[in-house]
């Protein structure tokens, strides 16, 4: 695919980060031969497959469809595809655990408690998320450091020892509108509950609109403490036992 001009309208500042995310990924490529960009169809998702698609299309793309995404999701995804021409790689959770869990929690089990919560991630997030990744030799992630807590203290390239491989975080030092000014400037796809004050948008039951101006994460799992507000794909985190049911 032919390579685009990187756009003019943004501040020298977030030119100047849009760069170094490319040589970011390119290096990653180069250092690990096999590159997979774990994609959550977020906001700073667009802006990572935009540069990918367009910068270094080399590197593999995938996104998880636990069954639980919210259909605005599923609309971005078939926008994203028609956009770039390419086909995400869907993943899905094994049907055997899924029937499993269910039979045992209910279709709903992850209200029941922060055990149940997160099986339900693992069945349908972290195990498809090991299988996609499986023989690469680095995976990229869209994390930012500003959204949690717990991703603060992340670096933009480490080994992922959960999981044996290099994890890239090229977008870490990015902020909230710098990935929204690169959004704008590009016309990027973005999902429409974005503008329904959903900043972070996961599986449809465990995440909600959230105030202007609240932490951009405290509309995920909302019931729960804010320590234990992570799917388990970043694993820098302390695990509470206490949780309550949604009110
Ligand atoms: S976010 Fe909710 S529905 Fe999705 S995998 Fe986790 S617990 Fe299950």
Redesign the pocket.
């Given at each position: 695919m032919a390579q685009q001009a990187i756009s003019t309208q943004l501040t020298a500042l977030q030119l100047e980060k849009v760069a170094a995310t490319v040589a970011l990924l390119r290096q990653a490529l180069n250092d690990y031969g096999t590159v997979t960009y774990s994609n959550s169809l977020g906001a700073e998702s667009m802006v990572l497959t935009d540069l990918i698609c367009t910068q270094v299309p080399q590197i593999d793309i995938f996104s998880i469809d636990?069954g639980?995404l919210p259909e605005e999701t599923y609309t971005l995804l078939e926008r994203v595809e028609r956009r770039y021409g390419r086909r995400l790689r869907l993943v899905h959770p094994q049907a055997e655990a899924l029937q499993a869990y269910t039979s045992e929690h209910g279709i709903n089990g992850?209200y029941n408690g922060l055990a149940e919560?997160?099986s339900?991630?693992h069945?349908?997030?972290i195990e498809p998320f090991r299988r996609a990744i499986a023989g690469f030799g680095a995976w990229v992630t869209g994390v930012r450091r500003e959204q949690s807590a717990t991703r603060a203290t992340a670096q933009t390239m480490e080994f992922d020892t959960a999981n044996g491989l290099h994890k890239i975080s090229p977008i870490l030092d990015w902020t909230h509108d710098d990935v929204w000014a690169y959004i704008r400037s590009h016309s990027l796809p973005y999902n429409a509950l974005h503008d329904k004050g959903y900043p972070s948008i996961?599986?449809?039951?465990?995440?909600r609109a959230v105030e202007p101006g609240a932490d951009s994460r405290s509309g995920?799992?909302w019931w729960e403490n804010t320590d234990s507000r992570e799917?388990g794909l970043h694993p820098r985190i302390r695990i509470v036992t206490q949780s309550k049911a949604p009110a």
């Open positions: 636990t639980r992850f919560r997160q339900c991630c069945i349908r997030k996961g599986c449809e039951p465990c995440t995920r799992w799917c």
